[in-house]
């Protein structure tokens, strides 16, 4: 079965600053993509972001931006600029077509922003 | 377009009884996913429904179990409850055709058995 591991269960980041959450993965396959989903204390999974393997270039979505490393199996979220409200369990997530399409899941790092 | 919906938002149970728990996806999703979540061990993956048959299952024991109908609609059945059960219950749909698409998450079902 494919793992994904973060390695932060927590992180916290000061209003304004930037924070990067690790998230890596294992996997032998070369097609795949790669998510990021935040759940704030309201418990709904929002989608932050989302990385195909055969791209090289960085996913970005307006604050979000991520690493991704394939060689190194790594896929890390910088939040830019940090806001209250990205107060929230960060989830990393897996998914291929050759493990069935279903997602595999990170435990989560838990973001704390401070005012 | 509505989200996805889930209910009951709240139950409460007793060890030994059984419960069911309602997910209707984003119209025109026709795979949806079950995953349990509670804080020690994330989410794990109980089972995912395409066009109303089992397509992936994850290690649940058979006391875990669900169906989806012709509108896509899915329920999942707990039987013997135990206190290990209690958790949140969390519904994902999406297209389902291709593996780029992202799951959309309803709010969950908050299970807690006494």
């Known amino acids: 079965a494919q793992t994904v591991t973060q390695s932060q269960p927590e992180m916290s980041v000061q209003e304004a600053e930037t924070v990067t959450l690790s998230c890596t993965y294992d996997?032998?396959?070369?097609?795949?993509?790669l998510f990021w989903y935040k759940q704030p204390p309201s418990r709904q999974m929002i989608l932050v972001i989302r990385?195909?393997?055969?791209?090289?270039q960085n996913a970005t979505e307006n604050r979000f931006s991520v690493n991704f490393q394939k060689a190194a199996k790594s896929f890390s979220l910088k939040i830019s600029d940090s806001q209250l409200g990205d107060a929230a369990m960060y989830f990393c997530?897996?998914?291929?077509?050759?493990?069935?399409?279903?997602?595999?899941f990170g435990t989560g790092t838990s973001l704390t922003v401070i005012p | 377009k509505a989200g996805v919906t889930q209910t009951p938002r709240y139950l409460i149970k007793t060890r030994g009884q059984q419960v069911t728990l309602s997910c209707s996806p984003i119209?025109?999703?026709?795979?949806v996913s079950w995953y349990q979540q509670t804080p020690g061990q994330g989410l794990q993956f109980l089972f995912e429904?395409?066009?109303?048959?089992?397509?992936n299952k994850g290690n649940f024991p058979g006391r875990f179990s669900g169906r989806q109908f012709s509108n896509s609609r899915s329920e999942m059945n707990v039987s013997t409850l135990e206190l290990g059960d209690s958790a949140l219950y969390l519904c994902?749909?999406?297209?389902?055709?291709?593996?780029?698409?992202?799951?959309?998450f309803g709010d969950g079902t908050r299970l807690s058995i006494l």
């Open positions: 996997t032998s396959e070369s097609d795949y993509y």
């Open positions: 990385q195909e393997a055969y791209k090289q």
């Open positions: 997530a897996y998914r291929s077509p050759n493990t069935g399409n279903q997602f595999y």
């Open positions: 119209s025109g999703h026709r795979s």
């Open positions: 429904y395409f066009s109303e048959t089992q397509r």
């Open positions: 994902a749909s999406s297209l389902g055709d291709s593996f780029n698409q992202p799951q959309h």
